[in-house]
Every structure is written in structure tokens, then in C-alpha cells.
């Protein structure tokens, strides 16, 4: 282990301590704040209640982000290739991220039901921007040297979309993918606040209102744990598919 | 032979070159040598057909084309080798843009592999081998360009001198063993005394031919060559008296 990885390790067991030991000489009501033991026990014993919540929130969020690239993915790609459809979306774009999107959960409840879909969509609006305009800076982002190679080698758009402009933003396209996997959490949770019959976030509130505060953290838990796990597997899968990362051109 | 006559292009209401004239001749290296911002720049621009000419002609071989895409090989001080690709699939990247038979262009990288010491790195990836081995499979590929016209962006400005003298080799061994015709571009004097045979001293504004110089065929070249001194020390006043600033 590093010496980095070392001292943050100590540092969480430090924080951890210090809320299990306040918690206990303070004697905090745990309606209030129980201790981190009491919240592991209550994730581990209460796994039975939590699995289904954190399930369909699982699949809110993969939905939400598969939802995001079909129409991410497509749209860079489009702007990239046509500049008069660019200038035309821009704006639109910009406009759309100046809409406060959480304000439109309620909204999406209304049109699209208490079920998944509206959860879905909200996770998806959410990240569905700043993954398009990081692929649309990768594509752009392309050295002028190796456009005018596959314009000397009498290479079309979409044969050189394929062998250099793709590649090319690939970096760019897993640093959206970053951001988007962990705004797409979010988005799912409040989309299940506003309106649900399942998740990790109508469970939270559910729990929330019958004070058992232990079982609210056991949920953020279980969030967090899902959230970390996108996260590693977005870098999981930028290692496979870029693993000419460190190289230099 | 790469003519091209008349040819005027016009960027934000001022004159980048008008009427700009260039002959090269089979099998030689013309060196288009001048100041940054000179126009260079747009000039290789309009031959690849980045940007289009507001008038003149641009012809190969007597034929008069829009701009040399499809028609010219090139290269540059980079290898501009894609990582996503081992060294064979981006030496077979011109036959498989130009969708040529794949088998055939393999054999042919191969033999050129083994040609150029590269034999058995095939399936490694750029990031794999030396910089040395990245230049000589940046030049099988010129070579699968299978193009008598190589069109050169500053080859070797801005490298150490080890990497220079071993793409300078590489890039004679274009012209003396693949009889290959060359245009260059480049505000470096030495990099243009060392490859050039027709040596062309531009001015800015618009860019024009200040003198055309011939230079004996004496390749390799040798900085340390007096008569390339004295031909540097003429050059430099040349441009400087032209009122530009010119590294070298």
C-alpha cells in the first residue's frame, strides 16, 4: 500500500472513531445520529429490506446513463460532422443546462408516472450534457497533423471517423462518462424523493419519517457503495479499451 | 512534375500569395524556406485541400487537380503513428483507406519491414518500441501511400539531434532508392540546407519567391561543411534583410 493510500486509510478510521466514540460519551439519540456500528449492522441485517430499493435504483441509474449515450453519442457525432448543426444546437444546449433540471422532477412525475421511466429520463437529462460536449471537444480536440494524413490518404468523414476521430475522444468520452455516472445517481435519488414506490431514495424518505435515522444512513450506505462501484467500472472499462493511455503522441 | 501556377488565395481581406508559381521536377526535393507566418502554411493548406485557392491551378503530371488529397504522400516530424493501431495496421492504413487488397498491401509491408529492420515488430504498438523504429514505420506507411509526391511539413525542426540525423537518412533514402518527388516546407535553415535540392527563400506578405538556389547533390550533408555555412550565412541575411525574423 502506498503512502498516500495509507494515511487515507487512517484518516477515514480517524473520522469513523472519533462519530463512534462522540456518539457513545454524548450518548446521542440514534433517532438523531447513530454510530457508524450501528449503520454497518443496519446495512448488513436490514439487506434483505434494502436489495429490491437498491435494485431498481441500480437500474434507474444504468438506464438513465444507456438513455444519455443513445442520444449523446449520436448528437456529437452529428455536430461534429455538420458545423451548421452545431451553430443551430448550441444555443439549445446551453439554454437546457440554464433549466434548474431537479426542479423538473415533479414535473416528470406527472408525465411520466411513479414508476422507473420518470427516474430514468431524469438521470439521463442530467448527463446526457456533459458527456456530448466532452465527446464533441475530443472529436475536435483531434491534432491537425493526423487530419491532414487521413485527408492525403483520400479517407472520408466516416472512415476517418472511425479509425482516428472515435479513438481520439475516447479519453474525453470516458471523462464524461465519469462525471455523468455519478450526477446520474443523484438524479435517480431525487427523481424517487419527488415520486416512487420503490429505490433507495423512497426508501430513504420512507424511513426518514418514522425517524429510524439509522436505516436512512444504512440507504446512503448502499448508495455510496453502488455509486463507487460505477465508478470503478467506468475505469475498469477506459483501462480496456485505452490502454495507450500513458502514451504520448 | 507538381506545377502550380497563379495560384491566389485571399484570407480576411488580405492577400496571403497571388499569382504564386512553383515547378517541381521528378524525383527532387523543393524546400519552400520562410519566416513563420510567412504563408507557408496556407500554401500546404490549399495543396491538401484544407482550404481552397480564390484562383490559380494546382496540376500533377500535367493534370490539372482541385488539391493534392489522394494524390500526395506525407509526412512529418512526428511519425503520427496512431496508438490504437500495432505497427502493421498503421502501415496498412493507406491501403485500407484506399480499400486496396489487404493480403497483397501485408506482403508488402512485410518485405518492407524486414527492408527497414523492422522485422518481427509487426504486432507491437507504437508505445512499444523506440523512437527510431516509430520514424521507419512512419515511412513504410508513406511508402504504402504508393504516391510519387511526398509532401513534407517541417520533417525535422524542433527534434534532438540524434532523432534529426536519423530521419534525415530516412527521408534521403526516400528520394535516392524510391525516386520519390518532394515538397517541404519549413522556416528552419538548416533543416532546408540539408534535404534541399531546389531551394526557394520566401517573404511574408504576400508570400513570394525572393531567389531560387540550387544546391549541389552531395547527400548526406554535413552542417560543418563550409560551403553550407557560407551558403547559411547568405541565406540568413537574405531573410533578415527582408525584414523578417528567421530561426536557424
Request: glycine content about 8%; hydrophobic content about 50%.
Amino acid at each position: 500500500m502506498s503512502r498516500a493510500n495509507l494515511l487515507a486509510m487512517m484518516l477515514l478510521l480517524l473520522l469513523l472513531g472519533l462519530w463512534e466514540t462522540g456518539c457513545r460519551i454524548f450518548e446521542v439519540p440514534v433517532f438523531i445520529l447513530p454510530p457508524p456500528s450501528a449503520i454497518l449492522s443496519t446495512a448488513v441485517t436490514k439487506a434483505p429490506l434494502i436489495l429490491p430499493h437498491a435494485l431498481t435504483t441500480g437500474l434507474e441509474i444504468v438506464c438513465g446513463i444507456g438513455l444519455a449515450l443513445v442520444v449523446a453519442i449520436p448528437l456529437a457525432t452529428g455536430m461534429f460532422a455538420w458545423d451548421w448543426l452545431e451553430k443551430a444546437l448550441s444555443p439549445f444546449l446551453v439554454a437546457s443546462q440554464a433549466i434548474p433540471v431537479f426542479a423538473l422532477a415533479p414535473l416528470l412525475v406527472v408525465w411520466l408516472g411513479y414508476g422507473v421511466a420518470s427516474k430514468i429520463f431524469m438521470a439521463s437529462i442530467i448527463i446526457f450534457f456533459p458527456i456530448t460536449v466532452s465527446l464533441l471537444e475530443g472529436f475536435k480536440g483531434c491534432d491537425r497533423e493526423f487530419r491532414v494524413l487521413f485527408r492525403l490518404m483520400g479517407a472520408g468523414f466516416w472512415q476517418t471517423m472511425r479509425l482516428l476521430y472515435w479513438p481520439w475522444a475516447l479519453p474525453n468520452f470516458f471523462a464524461g462518462l465519469r462525471v455523468g455516472v455519478t450526477v446520474a445517481t443523484i438524479g435517480a435519488v431525487i427523481g424517487e424523493w419527488v415520486g416512487a414506490q420503490r429505490g433507495l431514495g423512497y426508501l430513504m424518505i420512507q424511513a426518514n419519517a418514522r425517524l429510524k435515522v439509522d436505516l436512512v444512513f444504512a440507504a446512503i450506505l448502499w448508495l455510496s457503495v453502488m455509486g463507487l462501484l460505477l465508478w470503478f467500472g467506468v475505469g475498469w472499462l477506459e483501462k480496456r479499451s485505452i490502454p495507450y493511455k500513458e502514451f504520448k503522441f | 512534375m507538381l506545377s502550380v501556377s497563379g495560384l491566389t488565395k485571399v484570407f480576411a481581406q488580405q492577400l496571403v500569395f497571388s499569382r504564386f508559381d512553383l515547378a517541381v521536377k521528378p524525383n527532387r526535393i523543393a524546400v519552400l524556406l520562410g519566416p513563420s507566418g510567412c504563408g507557408k502554411s496556407t500554401f500546404f493548406d490549399v495543396l491538401t485541400g484544407v482550404v481552397r485557392a480564390d484562383g490559380g491551378s494546382i496540376s500533377w503530371q500535367g493534370q490539372e487537380l482541385v488539391h493534392l488529397g489522394g494524390i500526395a504522400a506525407y509526412m512529418h516530424q512526428k511519425d503520427l503513428l496512431l496508438p490504437w493501431f500495432s505497427l502493421v495496421e498503421n502501415s496498412l492504413l493507406p491501403a485500407r483507406t484506399a480499400a486496396e487488397d489487404l493480403k497483397a498491401a501485408r506482403i508488402r509491408v512485410d518485405t518492407l519491414f524486414d527492408r527497414l529492420g523492422l522485422g518481427g515488430y509487426q504486432e507491437h504498438y507504437p508505445h512499444q518500441v523506440s523512437g527510431g523504429m516509430r520514424q521507419r514505420c512512419a515511412l513504410v506507411r508513406t511508402l504504402m501511400f504508393d504516391r510519387d509526391l511526398v509532401l513534407l511539413d517541417e520533417p525535422l525542426s524542433a527534434l534532438d539531434s540524434i532523432t534529426r540525423k536519423s530521419l534525415q537518412s530516412l527521408l534521403l533514402l526516400l528520394q535516392s532508392e524510391f525516386q520519390r518527388t518532394m515538397v517541404m516546407i519549413t522556416h528552419d535553415v538548416d533543416e532546408a540546407l540539408l534535404l534541399a535540392d531546389d531551394l526557394y527563400l520566401l517573404s511574408a506578405c504576400p508570400m513570394r519567391i525572393i531567389e531560387r538556389i540550387r544546391l549541389r547533390a552531395d547527400k548526406p550533408r554535413r552542417f560543418d561543411d563550409p560551403e553550407l555555412l557560407a551558403l547559411k550565412n547568405g541565406i540568413m541575411k537574405k531573410l533578415e534583410a527582408d525584414g523578417d525574423h528567421v530561426q536557424g
